[in-house]
């Protein structure tokens, strides 16, 4: 089984590309946080991602440095000859799904944390409610 689940922000603004074909695809660097860090240091893996068609235009419309996103996917490793003769590896994650975690502002255009409570956010509060008045 090859499965990968991540959650972290991106590195920078995502890059859109197309094959040859005409496929789109984009690409964009994954800062995820380490679980243990040395000596108190925050630290991260920084992993590369690969979404494909429908879904590549969408990561590239909606997410932008900073964003917070889950990537579902697997592991790839492929290789490559480079300009100087050598034979390079390179190994990401293809997306199968990309949540977004983050919501755009509409003030500034920068990103929030999906979660967040805002004191101006349109979320209803929930009110206690009697007992007696329940129907059932």
Partial sequence: MNKVILIGNLTKDPELSTTNSGINYCRFTLAVPKRFAN??????EFINIVVWRV???????YLKKGSKACVV??????????QDGSKRYVT???AEEVEFLSTRNSADGSFANA???????DATELQPIEDDSLPF
């Fill in 39 to 44: 000596a108190g240091d925050r630290d991260a």
């Fill in 55 to 61: 879904q590549a235009d969408n990561c590239h419309k």
């Fill in 73 to 82: 996917g697997s592991l790839q490793t492929r290789s490559y000859d480079a």
């Fill in 92 to 94: 990401e994650v293809v």
């Fill in 115 to 121: 979660t967040s409570n805002d004191s101006d956010s």
